[in-house]
Nanobody, 118 residues
Framework: QVQLVESGGGRVQPGGSLRLSCAAS????????MGWYRQAPGKQRELVAT???????NYADSVKGRFTISRDNAKNTMYLQMNSLKPEDTAVYYC????????????WGQGTQVTVSS
């Protein structure tokens, strides 16, 4: 099993920055990709950014140029640097990990709240 724990969320004013962290533990071999998703009240969970095991990244159009996803393999930790935050970024942010050990599997963290407001 894989356990994912997010941290770094909080409240910030528009234009501010936050860095989210996702610490992974357990059987973290055969990782296909990791990513960040978010869910605002009354809305479906949506993709924010992903990073593959080869280092390729992908971003939602709404965050492109403002957010940066990265990984520190030595620490088994993934990060999401969020700059120029907007009120529309307010959501619970979830860490996701995909692996191919027993077939393709998805694992999710518990989420961390990000609130962007004045």
């Amino acid at each position: 099993q894989v356990q994912l724990v997010e941290s770094g969320g909080g409240r910030v004013q528009p234009g501010g920055s936050l860095r989210l962290s996702c610490a992974a533990s357990g059987s973290t071999r055969n990782i296909l990709s990791m990513g960040w998703y978010r869910q605002a009240p009354g809305k479906q969970r949506e993709l924010v950014a992903t990073i593959t095991n080869s280092g390729s990244t992908n971003y939602a159009d709404s965050v492109k140029g403002r957010f940066t996803i990265s990984r520190d393999n030595a620490k088994n930790t993934m990060y999401l640097q969020m700059n120029s935050l907007k009120p529309e970024d307010t959501a619970v942010y979830y860490c996701n990990l995909k692996r191919n050990l027993w077939g393709t599997e998805n694992f999710w963290g518990q989420g961390t709240q990000v609130t962007v407001s004045s």
